[in-house]
Each structure stands twice: as C-alpha cells, then as structure tokens.
C-alpha cells in the first residue's frame, strides 16, 4: 500500500481527499480507483497535462507540482519520487541488482524465485523502479531489480537510486553501442553496479562469460568459476545439474537458464535459505515471453524474439545446436550496433549457419543473417509456413524496434513475436 500520508521523505502539501493507493503509475491511461498519478517530465509533454485526466479516472491521488484535488503537492515531482523510493528501498532486508548485455530477465526470475523475493517485471526505467521500490520497499521480503542501461552514466544513477546489496553483471556484449561505443565502454558502465555507493558494501558476483572482464570479482555458472554447477546435462526436455549436492532439474531449459539457477541458488545459500526448497521453486520458474520460451508440438517452437544482441543470439543458437530434428534459426535485426553493425550481424550470421540445418535472415542484414533471406516479414512468415514440417525446431529470434510503426517493424526485421504466433497458429 502507497500512503501519501506517511513520513515522506520531502515536503509535501497532501490534500484531505488524498488516499492510500495499491501501486503508482506514470501513464494516466493506468491511472484508477486503486493507481495513483505521478505527472512526470516527458520527452514530448509533462504528466501534469494528464493530472486532471487521472482525476476523473478516480486516481487516489497524484504526485504533483499542481494545486488540485487529492493532490500531494511538490516543488518537483520526479526528484520527490526518487527521494521516497530511497526512502522505502532503505526498508527492505535484501536488494539484488541485475545487469548484463544478455539474460538479465531469465536470471532475475530465477533469482526472484530462489529467494521468494520481490521482482521488477519488464518495463524496467528509472521511474518504474522508483514505483516498484515505493511499493513493495516494506514488504519485508528481499527485492531483484532489473538494471538494464543504453547510455553513459545511466547506471550510476540506477545505482543511486537501488542502492543493491548485491550487483550482478550475467554477460558482456556488444549492444547499444550507438550510445555506449565500445565494448571497454559496456565494460565500464555496467561494472558500476559491482561498486557501492560512498563506500557502501556491494557483493560483486559476474556471470562466466563476464569473467574475463573483471579479474578477481567471484563469479559463477559451469566450469572454472567461483560458485559452480556440476554434472550439467542440457537436453530437448531441459537441464539437469547439481549445486552444493543438491539437484536440480529445470524444464524446456538450456545452459543460459541453467548459468541463472546456479546464481539463484548462490545466493540462496548465502541467504540462509534451504537450497532442496529453492531448487523446488526453480523448476517452476517460467520466463516472461519471448524469452527462450518453448513451446513443444509436432513443430517446435522456441520463443526468444523479445530483444536480441550478439552475445545473447550466440548463447540461443548454442541452444538451438542441441535439439534433434531439423534445427531452423530465424534471425532479425539487432539494434544499436552502432558502425560496425554488418560485421556483427555477418559474424551472427556464421554462427548461425554452423549451428543450424536451415538459416532463415529478414530485413536490413537478411543475406548476413541466414541463407534464406527475406526483406520483410511477412514474405519471411510466408516462406516459414510453407517450409515447416513435423519435428522441426525453429529458433525465432530479433530486436524489437518497440517505438517504430508495425509498417517499419514488418519492413526492417524486428519484433519477430508476430512470426511466433503464425508459427503457432499454423501447429494448431
């Protein structure tokens, strides 16, 4: 519960009609009896142009600078709503900080569900973490923040904001490197979060792919790490290891959500929990779409179109390679590259075309990115319908583009979540 009527952690005038709200929201359009308004500077418009409109939708309040009803009146509300979600953070007995070029969502599902924590889900900007910790700060349970970054300093301020107890790099890659310019510059920003705040204690773990770049920092996964995972097995039904003695079977996984659960139950461990529980709660772990999610039948099908990045591409295919039947990569265009954007794509590419039977490419860097290429999806969709038997297993993998039209997603080859559904729809 958000009480606009508790100690809050500036001055605010808070009108009589004022009332406690379940959560927060910064879009009006969510604004209602149980959501709260926060009017915040926008790119286009100020959210003060849509206090009145959140108002009318029965908001129990707003944030504002604004002198109305059921106002909780500020000089500036986006600095009031970062102070009162330090505030609450302050209150929660564990905070995990999750970052990384790749699997940064699969291993904060999995360290949420090892811990029983609290977690963001996917909209993960500065103001939705500011809510999620206004929120859910005092609910006594631990907290696993999602930290991604597309810019120099970002994530000094997330991390002023989160303060975590534990910072978590899961891989390094190249991705958004129009802003960040190189992988030394991801290197930099990203190992902010291994850093405290004014000396603060931070427990630093990195994935094992992430190792290279930061010697002597613990890291964890398979192999020649920290905290490691023994005897994993990776099949079609899923992955299987021990950790700490204790095994552990994860359904329709690979050795990405395996790399996850080892991280989940380090943590766990050093948390007092017991890891056979843990474990049991990791079984059960099921990713938001679009995230390595498979979908058996007499075609599969695996869904990992949320976002794609080389790095993350790689680890997909790696996945992909170890299915029988006739394995199908069908790859898009990843984003923010920066100038060296078709070389990456032809290295992809490669990748793709050693680890698959059959390469399918759509968009800008099709001919780079599959044997089969197609300038747009719907052409790409046509050609998948008609190629597709019985015992295929059929990788779909892209960027986004989540702010272009659907006219310049269909014609550039991202947000390939539409050719998941065809896929799906044609299996009956």
């Known amino acids: 519960m958000v009480d606009p009527f508790c100690a809050l952690p500036f001055f605010a005038a808070v009108h009589p009609e004022a009332r406690p709200a379940r959560r927060l929201t910064w879009d009006s359009r969510e604004a209602g009896p149980d959501v709260a308004f926060v009017a915040l500077p926008g790119e286009r ?67 949420a569900a090892a811990l029983d924590a609290q977690f963001m889900p996917v909209f993960n900007t500065m103001p939705a973490i500011a809510c999620f910790l206004i929120e859910l700060g005092g609910s006594g349970r631990p907290l696993v923040v999602e930290m991604g970054i597309d810019r120099i300093g970002e994530m000094a301020e997330l991390v002023d904001l989160v303060r975590p107890d534990v910072g978590v790099i899961t891989s390094i890659g190249p991705a958004h490197l129009e802003q960040l310019g190189s992988i030394e510059g991801i290197v930099r920003e990203k190992g902010v979060i291994l850093r405290g705040v004014q000396g603060e204690p931070v427990r630093a773990l990195v994935g094992a792919q992430a190792s290279a770049f930061y010697p002597g920092v613990d890291s964890y996964g ?55 529980e843990a474990a049991v709660r990791l079984a059960a ?52 590259l920066g100038p060296t954007e078709r070389e990456l794509h032809a290295g992809v590419g490669e990748y793709a075309r050693s680890h698959a039977d059959l390469t399918f490419g759509v968009g800008a860097f099709a001919a780079e990115l599959g044997d089969r290429a197609f300038a747009t999806v719907p052409e790409l969709t046509a050609a998948l319908l008609a190629e597709v038997r019985d015992g295929d297993v059929l990788l779909v993998k892209a960027s986004r583009g989540i702010s272009w039209t659907p006219e310049r997603r269909a014609q550039e080859g991202v947000g390939l979540d539409v050719v998941v559904r065809a896929l799906l729809a044609a299996r009956g």
């Open 222 to 276: 398979f192999g020649p790490v920290t905290h490691a995972g023994e005897d994993l097995t990776v099949t079609a039904q899923g992955a299987s290891f021990r950790f700490a003695g204790v095994p552990v079977t994860l359904p329709l996984a690979a050795r990405v959500q395996a790399e996850a659960a080892v991280l989940a139950l380090t943590l766990a461990h050093e948390a007092g929990v017991a890891l056979p």
């Open 285 to 336: 772990v099921s990713v938001p779409g679009g995230r390595y999610r498979v979908h058996p039948g007499r075609f599969t099908v695996i869904d990992d179109a949320y976002n794609a990045s080389p790095v993350a591409v790689r680890a997909a295919l790696d996945a992909l390679n170890g299915w029988p039947g006739r394995r199908i990569s069908v790859l898009g265009r990843m984003l923010e």
């Open 45 to 111: 418009m100020h959210g003060n142009a849509f206090v009145e409109q959140a108002l009318a939708a029965g908001a129990p309040f707003v944030l504002t600078d604004l002198d109305v009803p059921r106002a909780v009146r500020v000089d500036d509300a986006q600095a009031a709503l970062f102070a009162w979600a330090r505030a609450e953070r302050a209150r929660s007995p564990l905070v995990v900080g999750v970052t990384g070029s790749a699997g940064k969502t699969t291993a904060k599902s999995f360290v």
